[in-house]
């Protein structure tokens, strides 16, 4: 087990199996997923129940088509700030987390910035808006830089679950 990770919920064949089926499709009743894995429906609702319990499966989404939504804009924003304490990223990241166009926010390290951002919007108008009143309004944001998605060539929340045969 790599150092300082949690010690993983124990996962076998069929765990493996129901969570690659609800990655692919997260709308699959328990029927349909205990047919997907080869369970009856019993088993498969209290491993699915097990796997909710312990936290492994968090939540079921929707995945929504941004461009057919109008939201054309990915961008990537790297943030530099200008203390490094407790106080000042806790601030930061109570504030970009009320930002519904902050689809994921990072605290990196081995580049010139502390956090690292995915933002989507409709396009450039809305991004430069964005920026200038919220980005760099916050307290402590010293640097911004910004990306643009040019294409999506993996789009996917899937989590590799080949890893999970070592548990």
Avoid: W
């Amino acid at each position: 087990m790599p150092p300082n990770s949690q010690s993983p919920h124990k996962i076998d064949r069929t765990d493996r199996r129901i969570l690659d089926a609800l990655q692919r499709d997260g709308s699959l009743n328990n029927q349909q997923l205990a047919e997907a894995v080869d369970l009856s429906p019993s088993p498969c609702l209290r491993r699915v129940r097990a796997l909710e319990a312990a936290g492994i499966i968090r939540q079921r989404v929707t995945v929504l088509d941004h461009k057919k939504l109008g939201l054309s804009l990915t961008a990537i924003i790297l943030i530099g700030m200008d203390r490094h304490t407790p106080e000042r990223f806790e601030a930061f990241e109570q504030q970009v987390a009320q930002y519904p166009e902050v689809q994921e926010c990072y605290l990196i390290t081995g580049q010139d910035a502390d956090y690292m951002l995915k933002v989507v919007v409709p396009d450039m108008d809305h991004y430069h808006h964005f920026l200038l009143n919220q980005i760099t309004r916050i307290p402590g944001v010293s640097g911004v830089h910004s990306s643009f998605v040019l294409r999506r060539v993996i789009d996917s929340t899937a989590l590799p679950l080949k890893y999970l045969e070592s548990f």
